[in-house]
């Protein structure tokens, strides 16, 4: 779905039809001046003489105060009431950035999917995160696009009251569920067009939303989830041994170490233990130790972190 977008359209200083109904913020000493435009949430509008206007903001926060869910029709009718109020033609303006994203309801916490997701170092991105978010909110970003994942349950809870939640529920939301959202940010919308900047009436149409919502999907492809170690599903064999075991060597897999690998070097770094500290036989007791412990891991053929299936799901009933 469509979420926030930033466009610009030519603007004469004698069209003055839109100022009533917009509020002023602040002028600049640039010549642009801020302005507002109230709906469920505000837009934000500037205006320069010889620049043009600029139509910032959420459309579904304006439209109907929330991002839970925003059909393509919904985001058509936010475009032609906003045309009619101003008497503009956004239409034909050009996008400065957008945002294209699905909500997922997950099985786990999203946030522990989030912590374990990573960029494949050959694509360039660069990971941010802000402590105050406590692993709910990561992004990745190059030039082109900024990557976003984040808990959409956290995210309702806190910037909306109960009213809105009200009527969120009523759109799908379970207080008791888990969602994640993945959003590409498209800092260059041109580059979905080979360098040729978009129009605004191209994010509804239909071959575009197809190109679109293939590029949503092959951005994800550019994040690593992490791989696994199957978790057994006997108690027995969930000893404190054996789950400090599994951590290491879920790690050391992601880390590009297979499981032999992560054997030989645990082997190596008991051979440098002393042996007024171990024996021989002491060594080689811990070594079968070492031994039995991995024999049990497996590692699993997908990962339980990976989004792929449920992303592209969301794409295709978005």
Known sequence: MIDYISTTTPFGGKDTQILPHLQKEASYSSGWTKYYLQGCERLAVWLHPDLGLRLEGSISYYWQGHNFNFSNHNFVEAIN????????????SVLNVFEYGVIMEVKMKPKEYIQHHSSIPQEGLLMNEKPKD??????????????????????IQFKQGETR???????????GGEFLKWECHYLRPGYLNRGVGLRLHQLVNSEWTKIIKEDVY???????????????ENKKDLSTANILALAFAEQSINEGRTLDELRKVLYSRINAIPDGVLTKSDKDARKRQVKGLLDKLQESPESKWDLSDQIQKALEEG
């Open 165 to 175: 939640q009200d009527i969120i529920r009523q759109s799908g939301w379970q207080d």
């Open 134 to 155: 406590r692993g709910a909110f990561r992004w990745w970003a190059d030039k082109n696009v900024s990557l976003k994942m984040y808990d959409a349950k956290k995210n």
């Open 218 to 232: 092959l951005q994800y492809q550019r994040l690593l989830p992490m791989r696994s170690i199957t978790i057994p």
């Open 81 to 92: 009431f906003i045309n009619g109020l101003l008497g503009v033609d956004f239409w034909k």
